[in-house]
């Protein structure tokens, strides 16, 4: 159960890396996104407002690029047998808060919302929850 647990992180992960990717590449290079809820383009208001680089003027999609590597590392590490659980577990639940922040940010501040982040908020979120099942005993 622990492997496949593990295994799910690493998809996971995989999907986040890829979606944390593409913000970020648009982010820095300032094209648009593509964002298929409407026409407002509330994923281009999310991704260039005031709250996209909270930490260091860092975009937050770049931060959580390097987040999902980390987790996707860790675990790989976890199914090689290394004990990454202790590692997942606290940097997915610092992951957790973020991200809850930012959904505070993004749906009450700037009223709006972002297809392209409620999927990672959703991801990270999974993988949260799989890193606490890390921790139970396997009889």
């Known amino acids: 159960m622990r492997k496949n647990l593990y295994k799910s992180i690493i ?3 995989l999907i986040g890396l890829a979606i944390s990717s593409y913000l970020a590449y648009s982010s ?3 094209q648009g996104i593509v964002c ?3 026409e407002k383009g509330s994923c281009n208001v999310v991704l260039n407002g005031p709250y996209s680089k909270l930490i ?3 975009p937050n999609s770049f931060i959580g690029a390097i987040g999902f590597l980390a987790l996707l590392i860790l675990g ?3 199914i090689k ?3 990454s659980a202790r590692l997942i577990i606290p940097l997915s639940f610092v992951s957790l808060l973020f991200i809850l922040y930012l959904a505070y940010l993004v749906f009450f501040v700037l009223r709006s919302f972002c297809i392209w982040c409620f999927t990672v908020w959703v991801l990270t979120a999974v993988i949260f929850i799989c890193s ?3 921790t139970r005993k396997i009889k």
């Open 11 to 13: 998809v996971l992960s």
């Open 28 to 30: 820095y290079s300032y």
């Open 36 to 38: 298929g809820i409407n």
């Open 56 to 58: 260091l003027n860092i």
């Open 76 to 78: 790989y590490l976890g």
């Open 81 to 83: 047998g290394k004990k």
């Open 132 to 134: 606490m099942f890390l």
